[in-house]
């Protein structure tokens, strides 16, 4: 399938209000540390919602708007420039990290500084003795992973970039 950048922008905000598609079931790790730690928390979008009850089936969790993805509006090139979603989904991640292509959307900086405060958040509960897991959206994640490591936490575990794929961290 190729895009233009227009169709690329609809294509991600259907993505966006979608949910787990049929089949896709978490690994067996991902369950064990569901089953192990104390505070369930997953982002208010759909997949996030569906992805924490298909870990945690039957348990309650929590559901944080701080931890949703952030934008990847792509760059406004002609229309005959027609591109994969992945090509696109890379080109708008560049242009939004390295020129603060935004188009009106959150902006890097406010990014970071939202995943600051998710680490925060996250932080808080794991100083209380809680273990916690987060089920949130891949480019947000490592947004938090880096705010964590600046407030001194190791990662110990990554495992990628696929869907269900996991990053733990830890305090020493």
């Known amino acids: 399938m190729r895009l233009s950048s227009r169709e690329y922008r609809e294509f991600w905000a259907r993505y966006e ?3 787990l598609l049929a089949g896709q079931t978490p690994p067996a790790q991902l369950v064990g540390f569901v089953e192990r730690c104390d505070v369930l ?3 208010t979008r759909r997949r996030a919602i569906e992805s924490a009850a298909a870990v945690g089936p039957g348990r ?4 944080e708007e701080v931890l949703v993805e952030a934008p990847l509006p792509p760059p406004r090139w002609p229309s005959w420039i027609r591109l994969s979603p992945k090509v696109w ?4 991640r560049f242009h939004w990290w390295f020129f603060n292509h935004h188009q009106g959307e959150e902006s890097r ?5 939202r995943a600051d405060q998710a680490a925060a958040k996250l932080e808080a509960m794991a100083d209380s003795g809680q273990h916690v897991v987060v089920l949130a959206h891949g480019f947000f994640n490592i947004l938090i992973g880096r705010a964590l490591i600046k407030r001194g936490w190791r990662r110990t575990l990554r495992e990628g ?3 269900w794929s996991t990053r733990r961290f830890e305090r020493f």
């Open 17 to 19: 209000t979608m949910g």
């Open 41 to 43: 928390i997953s982002s």
């Open 161 to 163: 970039y696929k869907y």
């Open 89 to 92: 989904g890379f080109l708008a």
């Open 60 to 63: 309650d969790f929590v559901r």
């Open 109 to 113: 900086k406010a990014s970071e500084n």
